[in-house]
């Protein structure tokens, strides 16, 4: 990775930023938002930090947590330098594009969608924004404090899946390891990540795993393995959750060794639902998603559909089928 | 960790050697024993593998897994260097105490049970077995092959829960990105160790998670909350599983934030029981295993009892309480 020199010189010329990130917020975009004002302040600059939607309690552990400041409506004075990390779209961060300001600089690891901001700086063979913004403080000579180490620690463990995603390289543990020497505390970030849920949370995975199906897609010369799950209304008020609580759930049935696809469709009203579908490999869960009208990655897509749940289940796996018919196995996994 | 002048000496003066490792191995015992033969292999030496278990499944992936070899009743020539790894106790390895061999060596990171072997290397601080191994490597001039790093990287992989228990270290994370460099791919790896179940044991999961009970035991000044999963050998039976399809079901619910002790009894034969118990932070659960005449370490521990099911879960409630008022919660939580 290497930093442009036009990010480092704003950032070392103005004196004004306001730092924000996407709806919805998660490790990445708000470890390295925080990190990422807590060097500017300690460049003696003036920072503010917002996020429109505020910061989730399962992240309120980050050091430095409280300088994340939620909005309904933001408005920037004229000499602020607004950025924009982990996200490159004013939409997603809820903002409108003609925002008031200085300049706008754009820090992210995600394809451009857009071509928001007057400085752009876009990796998206970058693991994690958090690992930009590393770079960034050692071309900066910023010093990196246990609360920045641990704000990044969080940024790159939660996007790489504590380095089991296939974007985690040699790089990026070298990155963990120095976070780690200044202060990062590894164990510690993995509990308040991984091991730190409600109870409610646990009661509806489990309610969730109970709905599991899984289905064997077959043609003469392919075949593919998915699993699916079933999220109702009723559940989420049996065990007082919300949407929020499944985050990560599709991620389970992608344990088992045969399955490739791995689907949940949630209720949002009666009769309207999510389908979020992860898979393995090479499978590609954009190309079907986008058959329902839908899009994403190759490895995680979704879409939104209306219907009876059953019948919405049969033509889900009928189109994978047709796709693997038309295509076969060995063309290219979907 | 220094490596001991001695251990090195021994494996460039011999030339005929026996690795072994502990009966019901893991990816650190079979990562650390076949990357410590494929070194000496390297070196020209005659080297074999045992394991009284075999490999399992699981890790066939492992590169060069074909050398390790299962063994009933195990006898060495009177010249051969027996190597044991990730173990200390010839018991545990499934040899007699008095094997027949040249020499014998020990290279374990566990505390010391027992005081066999000629030459011992024991590092209670270093996070697997599979670290020593690779410092043994430098100190050997071995050449660092694909083989061996992916070996070593699973290692480290397993004892360490992908970098998130409290033994993980930057200088653990220095040798992931070394062995990433050397051709180890640490998505691969991931998948292979944490995402290739069975469909028949995810399905005991879903069973056992369904048994869960949560108890908060509490006194005056003190809290603990624990929980229980069950599982009769008649959930083995109608999912086809056995006892090894459980091994890490404890830690699925030390998920939820408050859980501090999650206690897992499995059926051995029928009223026959084996509790094995995990626990976060300072919670020391070998304590509570020595009142029922088992043992272990301070977060993981077990115990064997006999007895109805119902009532054995009574007791065990009634014995924590029976710490928490006698010590308090300040104390030493346990």
């Keep these: 990775v290497k930093v442009p020199e036009e990010v480092v010189e704003v950032l070392l010329k103005k004196d004004r930023f306001v730092v924000l990130s996407h709806i919805n917020p998660e490790g990445d975009a708000l470890g390295s938002s925080i990190a990422l004002a ?51 779209n004013p ?20 394809e451009t969608e857009d071509d928001f901001g007057d400085v752009r700086w876009i990796e998206p063979s970058s ?3 958090g690992v930009m913004i590393y770079h960034l403080l050692m071309s900066l000579n910023v010093r990196i ?13 939660i996007d790489t899946g504590s380095f089991r995603y296939s974007n985690t390289t040699a790089e990026t543990l070298l990155i963990g390891a120095d976070l780690i020497r200044q202060g990062a505390n590894p164990a ?11 109870k409610n949370r646990f009661m509806l995975l489990i309610e969730t795993l109970n709905t599991l199906e899984i289905k064997r897609i077959q043609n003469k010369d392919a075949s593919l393995t998915v699993a699916i799950t079933t999220i109702t209304t009723d559940m989420f008020k049996r065990t007082e959750t919300d949407s929020s609580d499944t985050e990560n759930f ?22 309207k639902w999510k389908a979020s579908l992860r898979s393995k490999g090479d499978v590609n869960v954009a190309r079907i998603a986008s058959v329902f009208g839908g899009g994403g990655h190759r490895n995680a897509a979704g879409f939104f559909v ?4 059953e019948e919405i289940k049969k033509s889900f796996v009928e189109e994978i089928s047709d796709i ?8 290219k996994h979907l």
Aim: hydrophobic share 40%.
């Design 91 to 110: 939409e997603r961060v809820g903002i409108k594009e003609d925002i008031n300001c200085n300049l706008s600089l754009v820090i992210d690891h995600h």
């Design 306 to 309: 209306e219907g009876n749940i």
């Design 250 to 271: 599709s991620n389970f049935p992608r344990m088992i060794e045969d399955v490739q696809i791995s689907a949940m469709f949630r209720e949002t009203e009666k009769n």
């Design 38 to 88: 807590v060097a500017l302040k300690q460049l003696g600059k003036d920072v503010e930090v917002f996020n429109k939607d505020g910061i989730p309690s399962i992240y309120r552990f980050l050091p430095e947590a409280r300088i994340v400041k939620k909005f309904n409506e933001l408005t920037c004075e004229s000499d602020s330098v607004v950025i924009i990390v982990d996200c490159n």
């Design 145 to 157: 404090t246990e609360a920045i180490a641990t704000n990044l620690y969080t940024a790159i463990s």
């Design 324 to 331: 693997l018919v038309k295509d076969g196995w060995r063309d």
């Design 188 to 198: 510690y970030i993995a509990e308040r990540l991984f091991e730190s849920w409600s």
């Design 127 to 129: 693991p994690a924004t």
